[in-house]
């Protein structure tokens, strides 16, 4: 709610979901695009863009041991 709260009308929120997996304990923890929309959804916010997962060119640590792919998400508060 904090992080809504700073958002100016029509200001957009960028998530960097990673990463996504299977995997148990962390850190990093095992994290998916449907947890982060589920918190932020409820605030009014609402999604502009979405890819997941973003190209191989553009995951976080590509080449990760776990094999975990990256989303990117892009909220938008209204107006």
């Not at 502009?48 to 973003?54: D, I, K, S, T």
């Amino acid at each position: 709610a904090r992080t809504v709260s700073l958002l100016k009308p029509g200001g957009r929120l960028v998530s960097l979901v990673f990463p996504i997996c299977d995997k148990e304990g962390g850190p990093p923890y095992a994290l998916y695009p449907d947890a982060v929309k589920s918190l932020v959804e409820p605030r009014s916010l609402t999604i502009l863009e979405e890819q997941n997962p973003v190209p191989d060119e553009l995951k976080h640590m590509p080449k990760n041991p776990f094999g975990a792919k990256t989303a990117f998400i892009v909220f938008q508060k209204p107006q």
